[in-house]
């Protein structure tokens, strides 16, 4: 397809090997690297459901190789609950933000809980009997209740009854979003209810980078989602992916086609440190 023959607010991202010197010089010269990832659809592929999912052991090497590296912090930014996220990657010396940049965790130092976001759990858990009690008619949905935030998932539901369900749960969220007690996001297969509050996976980077003080060290964001364009843009002069086909609207400046491409990326950050290495030998 031609350039022309896109949507208006369509771009092509580049293939980030494409420019692999480039990326090289870049990655050489910085003092420090700041490489965070998201999880779902970025280092594992999006199951059925989201407890069948597993970190491959080859992508936690990766990802243990890089943290011991002096001139690295690695980090995971999820949807998900802190906790699962980070018993599903296992690893002690990286940071954690779980439930979409509400709860922090880094390495050493307690878990920090964004303050507004505590006020919404007696609504959460109202909503939830509520989902639960008018969307149990549809095979396949699953209402996961995260404590600050919560997830309706669709993936397993009949294409046909979609729109009823969206419709019904809409019924529900929206006086909600009208009075400013949630906010709500869509991203894969899923809607997501959230505080109203002005924070999110880019805030959460941010918030992340200066607390470690890694304010000027070059930032990596790894994610395939609608939540990580607020990450993507908080890259600055750094690596903003998106992980997904090239051929869309997104503040990421690069595109890997799946979790397999973004192992070999990680494949690729490990091979320069190992060279790099060598060289100062
Ligand atoms: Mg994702």
Redesign the pocket.
Known sequence: MRRTELKANEIYLKYLFSERKKIERKIEKAKSILLVC?????LVS?KSTPNMVHLPPKTKKLLFLLSGDKRYNVGII??RPLCEVKKLIGLNNIFYVGNHGFEIKLPKRQKFVYPQAKKIRPLIKNLSKKFNKLLSGYNGILIEDKTYTLSIHYRNCLANQIASLKKGARSIYLPLVKKRKVRVTE??KVIEIRPPLDWDKGEALRWTRNRLKKKNALTIYI???R??EDAFAQTGKGLSIYVGAKKKHSAAKFYLSGPNRVVSFLTFLVKLENDRAKKSN
């Open positions: 998201d999880f779902d659809g970025t999006i999820s949807g991203g894969k994610g395939d989602d939540t990580d």
